[in-house]
């Protein structure tokens, strides 16, 4: 039905996507209370793309520059507040950490969020902050919470039929913390049909929309084309429950379209021009992100791109964190920059909701909310003598930032102001993860009061439906 | 509980606040008409306010100091006045408000409207002198009995059978209109009673034998024969009793000892078909072994005190053993029952070492609750005991013979289980009318009268002629509209999916999840069943749940991610691949022979000529490990083959 290179979502969402909907829903937890119409804010984006920082990136060292002091023996730990100078963008008054100069040619397109307060979950535990703001619940509970992009598969569903709504790259489910990672990349009570279509690595991506490895397309048509051929002759047509028949028929008509869907070429990455390729080869985070580009172009509705997280990895430095970052900036700069960029230049950027965070953040000294004290913290001594004492490697959630990019918001904007000095903590503009969530949902056209029944009781897409989105955002 | 927070809504406040007499379009109200027949107070009315309006008028709510808890509340009216003026609903300030016609007075304040069909029914309500029939009150939440009841079983002379569920069900069928339908053909019958009994396809051997045999009883003596396969019995139904006692090998709270496996104990239990009052007993009351359960999960960091670890455990006992929703209850008096925050910490009390606070919303009240289980009526647990005590005092009350909702709420899942759709759905809202209460309570009876052995519960169920219908479609929507005309069609979980296709190849590859076969604990054969397995990709696809919450019914329905790791996922290819390349092995000699295996052991029957024909066309002269990966894929994606039906 998309032979054409800029596909028309539009008339695709007039004509396909409530009937999708419909069929998908079956067995669904109702939405809540049967009768209460639910008041959709009009949708300013159609897909929407998360960029996950996974494992806690310092604000200080990366979109909330502080003074900066250079690396030298024998400094006091108290004084160190970003291990990078500021550097320039090209809005006047936003400073990045250098490393970001990608980033920063292109804040114009974007707004800033540096007053982001993570939640305050007793012990600062990456994965009861990721489940937090992933979900918009905190850990443990009594009904099996659903993802973000879960939330907009199930509102929305697909943007474009052939093209799985919810889709997460990056992450690999049997690293360190596995379990707890798997605890929210999940659909929950939606069912799985709204769960992560799982893409580890970007790079391979096109295998999980092909045959089976090895099976020649000759051979899988062949297959298909006998199993159809059973299925019309098998006689259990003649024994009732059509219903379930249907339901797995439909399926592996779905799956089968997926994977011979014009769309699926777009998995291809070996399919992108090289030049254009390299632009995003910075690894797997920066593979995912043109992943995520080329998805778009198709019609994703929910991307997720992580940087993964596993523990004492990435973004989170228990120790060399200065060097430790230099790598993580080189890794994000560019593709990041570039994702926008495309976007941008494809006319797409408008219509998507680009989302870079955190779970939380970090600082040199202070271990969660500032003047409480958390046992089992980072070892940092008073005096730096060693290079590897050099950067955050505590965790803090009083600040972090969050960068938005297109979806109705606001183009070089500024929001929210930290502390100049430690702690550098929110003092202005704060915004916690119910209005985050609230501001992203409605941006996609979701009230954040969304709900729905189950076990007899609303579950609303914030917390008890109390997220409201920040207005200052949007313009 | 007198101090209850009052939600302020604002149109209610309003509404209430108005001189009641004078209403704005009370001269000219364009009112939906009043419905032109008598209605029924428990079939018209009731609804539409249990529905609407109790949130706020009952149950301890008083919104603009109006209840309607019962009749007598509603003629006393609200702070501002009387709000039915019995036999004249145009006069009715309560017709003004649901009619929505003023949207500062409009009742509900939120949500839908009430439809002008049912603002007509309430108006012919007030205006035939409001009907209430006595002994009805808004003021609670329906509650079925807890005690247990004889059934007198009918002499259904209509019938063959000596099954009382049979008996039973033709009357059921009487008052529905329905006639007893034929029971279904053997192979289908065997089909079914090998995957609901050992979650395993006949084998062609047995199936055959079974076939051939013309004895009369011959269907009731292979349920005997396949409950009595204790290993095979246990690696089936322990993936059941893992999923809703939270049991499994990974998942969140063992990376730092916040959880504990019961699989040892659990598949021991199923194997030697533990009593299930002493089963209960012993994961309520600790053994060796059993811990894991009322341990909980505990997630580092932390915890909302509505899940704490004794919360979790009231919260558990109440729907896994009682069909009981504490979770609501464990924040707030609950909306959706009678069960009270006090309640749900009074049976959390006993698994603490340390008094309770009662936490409202997260925060503490200062007070402390009373231990006791939910329904007193059947024993008091002394909060003096120390907690090991408190456990056995607790285990003995819920497992006590006249606690008969301790007894149905199993036998209705193990119905649901068997049959498709509970007497009672949602399983675990065990307060809803089931669609035959003689069965239920007969079935739960039966179970108490038989020292609570739940493989006679199946065979009762296994054995009726209920079982043995003709199997119907239903969607899982409107449960309380279900009619039983025979058994829903079932999907195959991803354990007897992924069983199938090991048994059909013999092949049974796997990561073990759990250390049993090392342990020695399964003696005899040695497969690498899928429960045995940790959660993959494949299974995960397929509808094995995350354990970290109550899975007491899993979807039945296809989905695309599980369609699309059928079709290309690499766990199935492989397992394709190298159970092809056995069965090439053992069946290369004859590719006609191993049509009909593949057939008789997968679907149950004998191939088509047309099938057949289709199948040969595939294959071409010889046999290839390709081509009967291929066909085993094709015969594999039948719903014919992936639904038990």
Known sequence: MNSHNHWNRRNFLKSASAATLATLASNSPREAFGNAPIDSPPALADTMIVLWMGGGMAHTETFDPKRYTPYEKGLGSDQVLSTFPAIDTCVDNIKLSEGLEKIGSVMDRGTLIRSYKAGDLGFILHSRHQFQWHTGYAPPLTVSAPHIGAWVAKVLGPNNPDVPAFIDIGQRLDVGEGEELKAFHQAGFFGSEYGPFMIPYPEDAMKRVQPPEGMAPSRFQNREKLFRKLMENSPIGEF?????????????????????????????????????????????????????????????????????????????????????????????????????????????????????????????????????????????????????????????????????????????????????????????????????????????????????????????ATKDGKGKAVKELFG | MMNRIRKSLPGLLVAMTLPFSAPAAAEE???????????????????????????????????????????????????????VETGNSEKSYLTHVISGVDPSTKMPPQGEPLSDEQVGLIRAWIDQGLPWPTGITLGRFKEAEVKPREVIVPAAKAIHSDNPIDHLLVSYFQKNEIDFPDIVDDRRFARRAYLDSIGLLPPPDELKTFLEDDSSDKRTRLVEDLLSRDQAYAEHWITFWNDILRNDFTGTGYIDGGRKQITHWLYESLRKNKPYNQFVCELVDPVTGSEGFIKGII????????????????????????????????????????????????????????????????????????????????????????????????????????????????????????????????????????????????????????????????????????????????????????????????????????????????????????????????????????????????????????????????????????????????????????????????????????????FFYGLGREPEQEEVTLISEMMGESLSSESVEDILWGIAMLPEFQLIY
């Not at chain 2, 609804?47 to 006393?76: M, Q, S, Y």
Request: aromatic letters at 8%; one cysteine or more; a negative charge.
């Open chain 1, 240 to 460: 009732g429950s059509s219903y379930h028949k249907e339901s797995l028929a439909r399926s592996m008509d779905k799956a089968h379209r997926l994977l011979n869907s014009p769309a699926s070429k777009a998995f291809d990455l070996s399919l992108e021009p090289k030049e254009s390729y390299e632009k995003y080869n910075t690894g797997r985070f920066g593979l995912g992100c043109l992943l995520a580009r080329r998805l778009t172009e198709v019609g994703a509705r929910f991307i997720e791109v992580t940087t993964e997280y596993v523990p004492f990895e990435g973004w989170d430095t228990h120790e060399n964190g200065h060097s430790r970052l230099v790598g993580m900036k080189e890794l994000i700069d560019g593709p990041v920059s570039q994702l926008v960029l495309d976007l941008e230049e494809k006319g797409l950027l408008d219509r998507t909701l680009i989302v870079l965070a955190s779970e939380f953040s970090r600082d040199m000294l202070v271990e969660g909310k500032p003047d409480l004290i958390v046992k089992g913290q980072v070892e940092q001594p008073d005096v730096i003598e060693e290079e590897k004492f050099y950067g955050m490697h505590r965790h803090f959630t009083d600040a972090g930032s969050v960068l938005l990019f297109g979806g109705g918001i606001k183009k070089g904007y500024l929001h929210g102001v930290t502390a100049e000095e430690r702690p550098c903590k929110t003092l202005e503009g704060e915004i916690r993860i119910e209005e985050l969530h609230a501001s992203l949902y409605t941006s996609m056209g979701i009230s954040p009061m969304h709900k729905f029944e189950i076990e007899q009781r609303p579950f609303y």
């Open chain 2, 29 to 83: 109200p364009q009112y939906p008409p009043s419905a032109k027949r008598a209605v029924s107070f428990e079939e018209d009315i009731e609804p539409i306010f249990r529905e609407n309006c109790t949130k706020c008028h009952a149950r301890g709510k008083a919104e603009g100091g109006f209840r309607i808890d019962v009749r007598d509340l509603v003629l006393i009216g609200s702070d501002s006045g009387i709000v």
């Open chain 2, 299 to 598: 997630w580092r960091g932390v915890t909302n005190s509505s899940q704490t670890p004794a919360m979790q455990a009231a919260q558990n006992i109440g729907q896994v053993f009682m069909g009981i929703n504490l979770k609501c209850a464990s924040c707030h008096d609950s909306f959706i029952s009678n069960w009270t925050l006090e309640d749900s910490y009074a049976l959390a009390g006993v698994f603490s070492d340390e008094a309770l606070e009662i936490h409202r919303c997260d925060t503490g009240t200062g007070e402390h609750a009373p231990i006791k289980f939910l329904y007193e009526e059947l024993g008091t647990i002394d909060a003096t005991l120390p907690k090991a005590e408190r456990e056995e005092e607790l285990a003995h009350i819920l497992t006590d013979e006249q606690n008969g909702r301790f007894a149905r709420t199993i036998v209705n899942r193990l119905w649901a289980r068997l049959l498709g759709h509970g007497l009672i759905e949602p399983n675990d809202e065990m307060d809803r009318e089931p669609w035959d209460q003689d069965i239920l309570d007969w079935l739960a009876q039966d179970l108490v009268d038989h020292d609570y052995d739940l493989r006679r519960t199946l065979k009762n169920i296994l054995s009726s002629k209920a079982y043995q219908l003709p199997s119907t479609s239903w969607d899982g929507q409107n449960d309380e509209e279900f009619i039983f005309q025979g058994p829903v069609v079932k999907r195959m979980t991803a354990e007897q999916f992924r069983d199938a296709l090991c048994a059909l190849t013999d092949y049974w590859p796997g990561d073990l999840g759990t250390d049993l076969k090392i342990a020695n604990v399964i003696d005899g054969e040695t497969k690498t069943r899928s429960w045995m397995l940790k959660r993959d990709p494949f299974t995960v696809a397929m509808g094995r749940p995350n354990r970290d919450q109550i899975n007491s019914q899993r979807s039945p329905y296809a989905t695309t991610l599980q369609a699309l790791e059928l079709t290309n996922g690499s766990t199935l290819a492989d397992l394709l691949k190298q159970g092809a390349g056995r069965l090439v092995s053992d069946h290369g000699e004859s590719p006609e022979e191993l049509i009909h295996y593949l």
